[in-house]
């Protein structure tokens, strides 16, 4: 069985540590759980390992979030991914800090890096784990909030919430999505 597990986030060292770039540190801490390395490969860095006999793919776009569709479509087609075998992982301004929701399908809501994806694999049905990075900003501020790094306070239990969000795809994985769902929402 073989999965792709995606992290959301922009390439280039001013987006390092972000709150738009979660899904990329999520990957980077998964990657290293399982002494992995990525590589730059067409439109995506690619690392791939396998956990229990299961081949894990993941990768993290070299496109921008809001480009994200085109590189997921290439490598769905290219490992030959089943749909319910992705997991997207993004951030979420609609949840709490450091809360997860995962979920089977649906829209965009309003994450330009859904859209695409959506656009691209003309369908929304596929898992994504959803990060909360909260909504503390004032009026016309969301893009410098989600584009700006995480507070003091906030990276205080970062890397507890990461290893969380390692510990659900894992269970994606081995367990399915609706048991990680039990268990994790």
């Known amino acids: 069985m073989k999965y792709l597990v995606v992290g959301l986030g922009n390439i280039g060292e001013e987006y390092t540590g972000t709150r738009h770039n979660i899904g990329f540190s999520i990957l980077d801490t998964l990657n290293q759980r399982h002494k992995s390395r990525f590589n730059l490969e067409k439109q995506a860095e690619l690392s791939s390992f396998s ?85 503390s900003f004032s009026q016309g501020q969301q893009s410098n909030y989600v584009l700006g790094k995480f507070n003091n306070e906030e990276k205080k239990d970062l890397d507890l919430h990461i290893e969380e969000c390692c510990d659900a795809i894992e269970s994606f994985v081995l367990q399915g999505l609706e048991k990680t769902m039990n268990t994790y929402n």
């Open 51 to 135: 956990l229990k006999g299961k081949k894990i793919h993941l990768i993290k776009p070299s496109n921008y979030v809001n480009n994200s569709g085109k590189a997921v479509n290439f490598w769905v087609q290219k490992k030959g991914i089943n749909k319910e075998n992705i997991l997207v992982i993004l951030d979420d301004l609609a949840l709490p800090f450091g809360k997860i929701r995962i979920k089977k399908g649906g829209s965009h809501g309003g994450h330009n890096g859904l859209k695409s994806i959506n656009e691209y694999l003309s369908d929304n049905n596929y898992p994504r784990l959803r990060f909360g990075i909260g909504d």
